[in-house]
Nanobody, 121 residues
Framework: QVHRLESGGGSVQAGGSLRLSCTGPGSPSYVCETSWYRQRAGKQREWVSEIRFDRTSGRTTSEGSIDVRFIISKDNSKDTVYLEMNDLKPEDTAMYSC????????????WGQGTQVTVSS
């Protein structure tokens, strides 16, 4: 299922920063995982970052990113996951998509339409 989950893309010069946001649908009580992927022109989609939660406590159980320049975090009060991208490079130019896995048994997966990030040199 494809939904409008992401926001925050745009154009930036090399060395700049952007923060992407991902939220909804589904109850915040059943969010298991939120991941970011990107697809660069002519390339296959690649994993960028993910954060996983203990659904009982809502606490983060694991997180990781493809590069130390990318930092993933969550604001529980807003049920929003952020991907902060720093020191951006032209090769980071891509369509960034959010994947949200929810459910009592983590059985439902939602993909966002994507948000374009363009980094100029």
């Amino acid at each position: 299922q494809v939904h409008r989950l992401e926001s925050g893309g745009g154009s930036v010069q090399a060395g700049g920063s952007l923060r992407l946001s991902c939220t909804g649908p589904g109850s915040p009580s059943y969010v298991c995982e939120t991941s970011w992927y990107r697809q660069r022109a002519g390339k296959q989609r690649e994993w960028v970052s993910e954060i996983r939660f203990d659904r009982t406590s809502g606490r983060t159980t694991s997180e990781g990113s493809i590069d130390v320049r990318f930092i993933i975090s969550k604001d529980n009060s807003k049920d929003t996951v952020y991907l902060e991208m720093n020191d951006l490079k032209p090769e980071d130019t891509a369509m960034y998509s959010c994947k949200r896995v929810i459910g009592v048994f983590c059985e439902s997966t939602y993909w966002g339409q994507g948000t374009q990030v363009t980094v100029s040199s």
